[in-house]
């Protein structure tokens, strides 16, 4: 929350409870909400733009990873023979098994997760 700064309400509706909304409103700290285009405009505003749809808080609002990068931002660096799917299903079984609504995994603890960051 520091580095996005303070989120409204369209922001913030998809936390399912009052404590999840309380925690982040207490994380916000009447910090504003950043706008990329704004602090990066001397480098270039696609990129400013580009951030704020990677940095968005809302899930529902930010952008996938496929949509981006087929941002013209990324056009003089594209190669069209390196883009190739994936032959199968990419998992990832510490965000595959978390719980976003009661905030828990059904497989790792939050001391697993802690050691994972950590490390």
Not at 64 to 76: G, I, M, P, V
Not at 89 to 103: A, H, Q, R, V
Request: charged share 30%; aromatic share 10%; hydrophobic share 30%.
């Amino acid at each position: 929350m520091e580095v996005i700064g303070k989120q409204d309400e369209a922001d913030l509706s998809f936390l399912s409870n009052n404590k999840q909304q309380a925690h982040v409103n207490h994380l916000q700290d009447g910090r504003d909400k950043i706008d990329f285009r704004r602090e990066f405009s001397e480098v270039n505003s696609r990129f400013g733009k580009q951030l704020s749809y990677m940095l968005e808080f809302n899930p529902h609002f930010r952008k996938d990873a496929e949509s981006l990068l087929k941002s013209s931002l990324f056009d003089s660096v594209r190669d069209p023979e390196m883009e190739k799917p994936a032959p199968c299903k990419i998992e990832n079984p510490l965000t595959d098994s978390f719980d976003y609504i009661t905030l828990k995994s059904g497989v790792y603890s939050q001391a697993d997760y802690r050691s994972l960051v950590q490390s």
